[in-house]
């Protein structure tokens, strides 16, 4: 099994710790990646990634390890600490490269199986939003699985967290981990997933840009193949 981890910041505190708890519960093969650290450009808003290629992107050099671990995933993990209500702005600015990979646009076919689970904690309050920033982007790319976990650590460090909310989260990351662990290579997309694939399936039968329509075509999307079984 791969994982790879995504942490949205480069220190590591509660949020680094409870992506390792889940990431170490599973085993098999860890990948982590730190943002801005690894990763920290900006989208510059060409929209070359979506009209014409990716490749184009003044970024997508830097980007491509980062893309090469995600897409030979088995499971994903977004972790992010809450900043202002949100993810951080590092998440966010990695996230923000991957619009092409949308469904209206061109997704990749191996998202539809994977795993994904969305982490965020908080001393206090914005660890919903936080996850939702993440998850919204995974379901948008087709992920077949989503999961996500907030917590509210009343704390600025690890180090701080009370004894009994790290059995908490101990209980849980156990439990996390044993779902993802069942459904391993079982993963098929959801009703709602499907659904917007065959809207945009529609979309592109008449065609939205050159490079998507080819992209459809070529994998058949416009007929009646589908990236799952």
Request: glycine share 8%; net charge positive.
């Amino acid at each position: 099994m791969k994982i790879v981890v995504i942490h949205g910041q480069s220190h590591k505190g509660s949020t680094y710790h409870i992506a390792r708890l889940v990431a170490d519960k599973l085993g098999g093969d860890v990948t982590e990646f730190f943002l801005p650290r690894d990763f920290g450009d900006i989208c510059v808003g060409c929209a070359n990634c979506i009209m014409k290629n990716e490749q184009l992107c003044p970024h997508y050099k830097k980007l491509l390890p980062l893309t090469q671990a995600m897409d030979e995933a088995d499971i994903l993990i977004l972790a992010s600490p809450v900043y202002v209500c949100h993810a951080t702005g590092a998440m966010k600015a990695f996230l923000d490269h991957y619009g092409y990979r949308f469904m209206v646009h061109r997704p990749q076919a191996s998202m539809f199986t994977k795993q994904a689970v969305c982490i965020s904690t908080a001393a206090g309050s914005g660890t919903k939003k936080t996850n939702q920033d993440m998850a919204d982007s995974l379901f948008y790319w087709g992920t077949g699985k989503i999961y996500k976990y907030g917590v509210n650590v009343a704390s600025i460090s690890w180090e701080g967290v009370s004894e009994k909310k790290k059995n908490a989260i101990e209980k849980h990351t156990s439990s996390l981990a044993r779902k993802l662990a069942k459904k391993q290579g079982k993963v098929r997309p959801g009703l709602k997933t499907r659904a917007f694939f065959f809207l945009f399936h529609l979309v592109q039968k008449k065609g939205w840009n050159q490079a998507d329509a080819e992209y459809w075509q070529e994998k058949g999307w416009t007929g009646k193949a589908r990236p799952w079984k």
